[in-house]
């Protein structure tokens, strides 16, 4: 099975944004669903985005 880039896109952009926003939540749950496991690159880019988020670097904004 191949692996797509998609859920790391996702977590630089919430890295960059310093934002985990729900268009960007709903997108990593899209992909972890079409994908149906956790590549272990896409692993370490969820821990780093959890890491940040722990730290208060990352804001959860809230859906409207």
């Known amino acids: ?3 797509s880039n ?7 952009r919430a890295l960059h ?3 985990l ?3 960007i939540e709903y ?4 992909e972890l669903s079409r ?3 956790l ?4 692993w370490e880019a969820l821990e780093l985005l ?4 722990d730290a208060g670097r990352i804001k959860l904004v809230p859906s409207l």
């Open 50 to 53: 959890m890491a940040e988020m």
């Open 17 to 19: 944004i310093r934002k």
């Open 6 to 12: 998609q859920i790391r896109l996702l977590v630089q």
């Open 21 to 23: 926003t729900p268009d």
């Open 27 to 30: 997108g990593i749950n899209t």
């Open 35 to 37: 994908l149906g496991y």
């Open 1 to 3: 099975m191949r692996s």
């Open 39 to 42: 590549p272990e690159s896409d």
